[in-house]
Nanobody
Framework: QVQLVESGGGLVQAGGSLRLSCAAS????????MGWYRQAPGKQRELVAN???????NYAGSVKGRFTISRDNAKNTVFLQMNSLKPEDTAVYYC?????????WGQGTQVTVSS
């Protein structure tokens, strides 16, 4: 079955960095657009960044210049490098795999940024 397993979340001070990883199994990883979404308490889930099959990237305005998404097709893994973290980045971060009508989600990893 399809599994997306996130790791790398945690507690960090403002200005710090974290690197999230999402390991995928059960899908042909290279054909999927991979993305990171986040959901803060009381807010809707929002796109943070995604990366296409050929490496094209797209970022939310609030993270542009601070976050970097990348993928390793050989390891079926997508990464999110988060630098200069702010308290408003606090949320549960979810990995997403999208292809045609197929949409898969990970279980989420908590990122908490203290001020």
């Amino acid at each position: 079955q399809v599994q997306l397993v996130e790791s790398g979340g945690g507690l960090v001070q403002a200005g710090g960095s974290l690197r999230l990883s999402c390991a995928a199994s059960g899908i042909t990883f290279s054909i999927y657009v991979m993305g990171w979404y986040r959901q803060a308490p009381g807010k809707q889930r929002e796109l943070v960044a995604n990366i296409g099959t050929r490496g094209s990237t797209n970022y939310a305005g609030s993270v542009k210049g601070r976050f970097t998404i990348s993928r390793d097709n050989a390891k079926n893994t997508v990464f999110l490098q988060m630098n200069s973290l702010k308290p408003e980045d606090t949320a549960v971060y979810y990995c997403n795999a999208h292809y045609a009508s197929y949409d898969y989600w990970g279980q989420g990893t908590q990122v908490t940024v203290s001020s």
